[in-house]
């Protein structure tokens, strides 16, 4: 079982930062996959960037590259998402996800196995 436990949301203006973090208690933290989703109202959950275990493999949605940043240490047992720039149109709750059966997590949402609770993420304009 894998805990998972989000936080740094909250409200930024467009163009802003934020830096999402993701604590990760339960399992040796070196062997799971990590992975960020966002759900907006109302929409269905995307892949926003996933890091493989080690961290040396990296995975992003389209509209967030070169904007959001996907990092991990595993000392500290925590996946970060770094967001800059940030649009309107990001305004959603954003989950971390863990995956256990593989290196690296990929993109799509049901290949995760443990979710944390969401931060909300609000961008004004």
């Known amino acids: 079982q894998v805990h998972l436990i989000e936080s740094g949301g909250g409200l930024v203006q467009a163009g802003g930062s934020l830096r999402l973090s993701c604590a990760a208690s339960?399992?040796?933290?070196?062997?799971?996959?990590m992975g960020w989703f966002r759900q907006a109202p109302g929409k269905e959950r995307d892949f926003v960037a996933a890091?493989?275990?080690?961290?040396?493999?990296?995975g992003y949605a389209d509209s967030v590259k070169g904007r959001f940043s996907i990092s991990r240490d595993n000392a500290k047992n925590t996946v970060y998402l770094q967001m800059n720039s940030l649009k309107p149109e990001a305004t959603a709750v954003y989950y971390c996800?863990?995956?256990?059966?593989?290196?690296?997590?990929?993109?799509?949402?049901?290949?995760?196995?443990?979710w944390g609770q969401g931060t909300q993420v609000t961008v004004s304009s």
């Open positions: 339960g399992r040796t933290f070196s062997t799971i996959a």
């Open positions: 890091i493989s275990r080690s961290g040396g493999s990296l």
């Open positions: 996800a863990a995956r256990v059966d593989a290196y690296y997590g990929g993109s799509h949402r049901s290949e995760y196995d443990y």
